[in-house]
């Protein structure tokens, strides 16, 4: 069993940045592929990024390419994920997931967090 928690929400303008983490107990997240998804008010749940265990494979949205990356310590037990030029349409609560497959489907995820909101004021 894995328990994620998110952290590094918060209220920014647009263009400013930001890093989320999400940081992994009971069990080591290095053996994990890590998701991050976004789910913005009436809409549906989305795909963001993921990162595989070694950190050599790694995929993103066409939304957020170029400004989003992501990154993981396995020591830490932690993934992050940097959010750059943010726009008011990244707001969004933003969670991670852990899997042991290599997917852009939530259904790919067996462990989720609670989230963490992200809002971008124009």
């Known amino acids: 069993q894995v328990q994620l928690v998110e952290s590094g929400g918060g209220l920014v303008q647009a263009g400013d940045s930001l890093r989320l983490s999400c940081a992994a107990s009971?069990?080591?997240?290095?053996?994990?592929?890590v998701g991050w998804f976004r789910q913005a008010p009436g809409n549906e749940r989305e795909f963001v990024a993921y990162?595989?265990?070694?950190?050599?494979?790694?995929a993103f949205a066409d939304s957020v390419k170029g400004r989003f990356t992501i990154s993981r310590d396995n020591a830490k037990n932690t993934v992050y994920l940097q959010m750059n030029t943010l726009k008011p349409e990244d707001t969004a609560v933003y969670y991670c997931?852990?899997?042991?497959?290599?997917?852009?489907?939530?259904?790919?995820?067996?462990?989720w967090g609670q989230g963490t909101q992200v809002t971008v004021s124009s």
């Open positions: 997931a852990a899997g042991v497959v290599l997917g852009t489907s939530g259904g790919a995820y067996s462990y």
């Open positions: 009971g069990r080591t997240l290095s053996t994990y592929v």
């Open positions: 990162i595989d265990w070694s950190a050599r494979s790694t």
